[in-house]
Each structure stands twice: as C-alpha cells, then as structure tokens.
C-alpha cells in the first residue's frame, strides 16, 4: 500500500476510547480464545497499525472479537474494509500467429504470441518480443531487441517479431538469436526469407507444438519404451491407449510411430520387388511427423535404400483438404517434397473410403504397422491374413491407377499436388529457394532429443533444387 494512500482508522480510533492500545490488544487476545478455544496473540503493535491505516482488513477471529469487545455491530462500524490490491494493469490477450500472417497488427501491448491448438496439438503460448528494423538491408534485416529483451528462459520458448516499414512480420527464434548476440554487439541480422506467411508460420506452429509436447512427456516416453520393449519380440501386438493413460496425444503418437517404423525395419528382408508402402496421414498436423520426427527421417532413408524407387501411397479427401488451413496443406506438401527427395514416388488417393485403411507394407508378404487413426496405440502384424491381403492388393491398385496427382517426374507430381492442395507451387518453390539460403532452424529450433530440423530443411533445398536437379 503506497504511504500517500493510508488514510488512519479514525472510527477504531474513538471506539477505542480512553483504553490504551496494549489493554485493547489484552482484551481481543482473550476474546478469540473465549469464542475459539484458539491461542491468538494481538499485540499492541496491531492495534497501532489498524488505526494508522497500515492494514485495513484483519482476520476474521481478530474482526469478530473487535466487535464483540467494543459493541459494534459489523466490521464497518469499526472502519474496516476489505481492499482489493491491483499491482499491474490488466495482461493482454496473447495475439494469434494467425493474425500476424493475415496482416493484422502487432502493436496490442502483448508480450505473448499464441500458436493455435491441432487435432492432437494443445496450442502453445510462447514469449514475443516485438521490435523495429534497424538499417535494413539486402536480404537482410538487421534488428536490435534491446538489453530488455528476455528471449533465453529455459522455461519458456520465445519469439522475435521484426515489423518492417510495409507492416510486413518477420520471425526468429529467440534462443537462437541470443547464441548469435552472444558472439557480436550491436543489431543482429535476421533474412527477410523468415517473412511470416502460410510457409514460415506452418513450421512455427507445427514444430513449437511438438517440441512443447515430448519435452514434457520426455520421463514418461522413456519409461513407456523400457516398459513396452518385450513387444518387439512378438510378430503380432495390439496395445491399448490403456498402457499408457498418462501420455499427450502427440508424445502417444511418437510412440506408435517409432515401434512400427522399428517393426517394419526389422521385417524388411521378408519383403521382394517393388513394395507398396501405405500410410494414414491426411492432414498437416499429422505429416509434420515426417518433418520433425528424428526416427522418420533414418526410417525414410533406411526405406529408400533397401528398396530403391519404391512408392508410397496417402488418401487425402477432397474433405481433407477443403478442412485444413493454408499452412497446414504447406506442411503436407512439404512431406511429399521430403519423400519424393528419398527417390520415394508418392501417389495420392481422395477416395474417403481409403481413409479407414491400416497403414502397411504389401510385398509378396504384407505387413502391417499402424499407429495413427486406429483405436490403440499400435497395431502390428509381421505377416496379415489373406483377407487383409486382399484388401491392401486392391489399395494399391486403385491408388496407383487412379493417383491424383500422376506425374512421370518428381516436379511434375509435386507440382499436381500443389495444384490438388490448393497451394500456389510458383510461391512455394520461391520461398523455399529464399528459406534454403537461411535455413530454418534460426525460424524454429526444437530443444527435444527426439526431434530435428533435418527433415524440412532437406524437403526445403529440395524443392528449391528441383529444376536443376530434373535437369542433371
């Protein structure tokens, strides 16, 4: 309470009357423990500091007793009041990375940046420190958030938020940008290829989200692997969510993933020719997984070597794609980029029907590994039943005869794709030439061992290289 604000407790004053403040504070003592049975000394400094007007809401027990000793009716009569502190004006709202992308302002007074929870994403807060260009340059921007700026709390992921003259967002990750302050003085550069649109946005959102989930799942994921390991030795298991209850659905996810994709490594040699391989993803939250996810990026590459030229197949339903924001279709096409990089044809289905089929492996022996839209928390089966098998053979031939996005070269199925996912590939291609140079790691920089960066910047210089590439 400031000084300039105390205002002395004139009514206990005179209610008090000719009794000194030592006899009152006797009095109360012994009140409290007539009505309580309780103990509670009251001293003299009290009583002196409720009528300066230092504190100007006892106890209850002390109020009560007050009352009964000097026959006043209620704590008002006594001039006590109940005085609600207000240390700091009112936190704003976090404002939405979404906002920021569609041109909105930054200038709302929030230290806050929200990133938007998914399907299995919770949505993360993170620190913004929002600041002006400095000397702007060729490709550029160089910026200088001030020895204020708070951007290297463990606890806590944060934002650098660049606003240029044209009102334009940039973005870069805080952690980072702090390592490289630490080795110069003065402003720091960030590339104006982390300008914040569908592209940049979809990679914050998606690999914030996921960091912020296994990192805090990290104990129990390693706990729940030791635990689980003896199923590694069965051809076949179902495991229920229920070996796992304490799990988020994105560290459960991580889970089911690395076991099948073990499963299936460990049952590449039953496979001949040309596989088929099929998977469950259909939206960008979910094909992120391909991106970030340190044991599908080696699966990928274990994959194509073993099996060179192999084709894997998605169903992504007209639904699916009329369903997801923009800077989710950018991360799906991103994957595909990512898989076609591997030598992996990628062959796409809109038939919903598709959608309820397990992920597996059709070879002359089919094997099935499936962690994402069934009931548990993996399905496997070294070896699928002829029913199954017929089921997959079909699949497979449907998706291939009927790809919607056909093309004889890796550009041109990339290409289609963009077209079928309503992404611009003109935009797409310049802004991954632009992120290339720069890389992304400065725009989002997961902290989770089970996490890289490797998988995007490598569908990222992928396309960027893709003509030269076709060309060689």
Same mark, same amino acid.
């Given at each position: 309470?400031?000084?300039?604000?105390?205002?002395?407790?004139?009514?206990?004053?005179?209610?008090?009357?000719?009794?000194?403040?030592?006899?009152?504070?006797?009095?109360?003592?012994?009140?409290?423990?007539?009505?309580?049975?309780?103990?509670?000394?009251?001293?003299?400094?009290?009583?002196?500091?409720?009528?300066?007007?230092?504190?100007?809401?006892?106890?209850?027990?002390?109020?009560?007793?007050?009352?009964?000793?000097?026959?006043?009716?209620?704590?008002?009569?006594?001039?006590?009041?109940?005085?609600?502190?207000?240390?700091?004006?009112?936190?704003?709202?976090?404002?939405?990375?979404?906002?920021?992308?569609?041109?909105?302002?930054?200038?709302?007074?929030?230290?806050?940046?929200?990133?938007?929870?998914?399907?299995?994403?919770?949505?993360?807060?993170?620190?913004?420190?929002?600041?002006?260009?400095?000397?702007?340059?060729?490709?550029?921007?160089?910026?200088?958030?001030?020895?204020?700026?708070?951007?290297?709390?463990?606890?806590?992921?944060?934002?650098?938020?660049?606003?240029?003259?044209?009102?334009?967002?940039?973005?870069?990750?805080?952690?980072?940008?702090?390592?490289?302050?630490?080795?110069?003085?003065?402003?720091?550069?960030?590339?104006?290829?982390?300008?914040?649109?569908?592209?940049?946005?979809?990679?914050?959102?998606?690999?914030?989200?996921?960091?912020?989930?296994?990192?805090?799942?990290?104990?129990?994921?390693?706990?729940?692997?030791?635990?689980?390991?003896?199923?590694?030795?069965?051809?076949?298991?179902?495991?229920?969510?229920?070996?796992?209850?304490?799990?988020?659905?994105?560290?459960?996810?991580?889970?089911?993933?690395?076991?099948?994709?073990?499963?299936?490594?460990?049952?590449?040699?039953?496979?001949?020719?040309?596989?088929?391989?099929?998977?469950?993803?259909?939206?960008?939250?979910?094909?992120?997984?391909?991106?970030?996810?340190?044991?599908?990026?080696?699966?990928?590459?274990?994959?194509?070597?073993?099996?060179?030229?192999?084709?894997?197949?998605?169903?992504? $339903?007209?639904?699916? /794609?009329?369903?997801?924001? !923009?800077?989710? &279709?950018? %991360?799906?096409?991103? +994957?595909?980029? =990512?898989?076609?990089?591997?030598?992996?044809?990628?062959?796409?289905?809109?038939?919903?029907?598709?959608?309820?089929?397990?992920?597996?492996?059709?070879?002359?022996?089919?094997?099935?590994?499936?962690?994402?839209?069934?009931?548990?928390?993996?399905?496997?089966?070294?070896?699928?039943?002829?029913?199954?098998?017929?089921?997959?053979?079909?699949?497979?031939?449907?998706? $291939?005869?009927?790809? /919607?996005?056909?093309?004889? !070269?890796?550009? &041109?199925? %990339?290409?289609?794709? +963009?077209?079928? =996912?309503?992404?611009?590939?003109?935009?797409?291609?310049?802004?991954?030439?632009?992120?290339?140079?720069?890389?992304?790691?400065?725009?989002?920089?997961?902290?989770?061992?089970?996490?890289?960066?490797?998988?995007?910047?490598?569908?990222?210089?992928?396309?960027?290289?893709?003509?030269?590439?076709?060309?060689?």
């Amino acid at each position: 309470m400031k000084k300039d604000a105390r205002r002395p407790n004139v009514l206990l004053r005179q209610a008090r009357g000719r009794m000194t403040q030592g006899e009152l504070a006797d009095l109360v003592s012994a009140e409290i423990y007539r009505a309580t049975g309780e103990e509670v000394l009251i001293t003299a400094k009290a009583i002196s500091d409720w009528e300066c007007g230092w504190y100007t809401w006892p106890s209850a027990v002390a109020r009560h007793a007050l009352c009964r000793v000097l026959h006043k009716p209620d704590s008002a009569a006594l001039g006590f009041f109940y005085k609600r502190h207000v240390s700091a004006q009112p936190v704003p709202e976090p404002l939405s990375i979404l906002d920021l992308v569609a041109g909105g302002s930054s200038s709302v007074g929030s230290n806050a940046l929200r990133l938007p929870a998914g399907r299995s994403y919770a949505g993360v807060d993170v620190g913004a420190h929002y600041c002006e260009v400095k000397l702007p340059g060729e490709g550029w921007l160089m910026v200088d958030p001030g020895p204020d700026a708070v951007l290297n709390r463990p606890d806590r992921r944060s934002l650098v938020v660049v606003v240029d003259d044209e009102h334009r967002h940039y973005v870069a990750d805080g952690r980072r940008f702090v390592d490289r302050a630490g080795r110069r003085t003065g402003p720091q550069p960030i590339s104006s290829a982390m300008v914040l649109d569908d592209l940049t946005a979809g990679v914050i959102w998606a690999a914030t989200n996921t960091d912020v989930a296994l990192l805090a799942d990290d104990a129990r994921l390693a706990s729940s692997q030791s635990r689980l390991a003896h199923y590694e030795r069965r051809r076949t298991s179902d495991v229920p969510l229920t070996e796992v209850p304490a799990l988020s659905p994105v560290a459960g996810h991580w889970l089911g993933s690395r076991f099948c994709a073990r499963h299936v490594s460990r049952n590449l040699d039953r496979l001949s020719g040309q596989p088929f391989f099929w998977t469950r993803e259909s939206r960008g939250e979910e094909a992120a997984s391909w991106l970030l996810w340190r044991h599908k990026f080696e699966y990928l590459r274990r994959t194509s070597r073993w099996f060179p030229g192999m084709r894997r197949g998605f169903c992504i $339903s007209g639904t699916d /794609v009329a369903d997801s924001p !923009t800077y989710e &279709r950018v %991360l799906l096409l991103l +994957a595909v980029a =990512l898989m076609e990089a591997f030598g992996i044809t990628v062959v796409l289905s809109s038939e919903p029907e598709h959608a309820d089929v397990e992920g597996f492996v059709l070879g002359n022996e089919a094997i099935v590994a499936n962690w994402l839209g069934g009931s548990g928390l993996w399905y496997v089966d070294a070896s699928a039943p002829p029913s199954r098998r017929s089921v997959f053979r079909d699949v497979a031939s449907e998706v $291939s005869t009927a790809c /919607v996005v056909a093309g004889q !070269t890796a550009k &041109r199925r %990339l290409e289609a794709t +963009a077209s079928y =996912l309503n992404v611009s590939w003109p935009w797409f291609q310049r802004r991954c030439e632009e992120l290339t140079t720069a890389g992304v790691d400065d725009l989002a920089h997961p902290r989770s061992r089970l996490l890289s960066t490797q998988g995007l910047n490598t569908a990222i210089r992928y396309v960027a290289y893709i003509d030269d590439l076709q060309r060689s």
